[in-house]
């Protein structure tokens, strides 16, 4: 994949859920925690082609859903927004900002 490890744990945290949970957590272990594919092997028993495989398939996964919903985009795009309402808004709009942007954290 060309996407390094920030933008993979951050399609991760959109679209995770949508993986097979062995995915996810091979996903998590290696981009998040750093871990080697052997060392995943070794933890889920299987050998490391095994666990390259099931990355690449979650990652690829993680790739289309983001095409197909465009939603890490959308989000990034609308706190650019949110941040220039900001630098250039009263009171009263900065109030709304902020409501909107806890309602985009969720």
């Not at 062995?22 to 889920?44: P, T, V």
């Not at 941040?83 to 250039?88: I, N, P």
């Amino acid at each position: 994949s060309s996407m390094d490890r920030f933008e993979i744990s951050t399609l991760r945290a959109y679209y995770g859920g949508l993986l097979t949970v062995k995915q996810d957590e091979m996903i998590r272990l290696h981009y998040d925690e750093d871990m080697s594919y052997g060392e995943i092997a070794d933890m889920f028993e299987v050998s490391r082609n095994a666990v390259l495989d099931s990355i690449n398939k979650g990652v690829k996964h993680l790739e289309n859903y983001e095409s197909a919903l465009h939603l890490v985009e959308k989000d990034i795009r609308l706190h650019a927004l949110l941040d220039e309402l900001v630098d250039t808004a009263d009171t009263a709009v900065l109030d709304k900002v902020e409501q909107l942007k806890k309602i985009l954290e969720g």
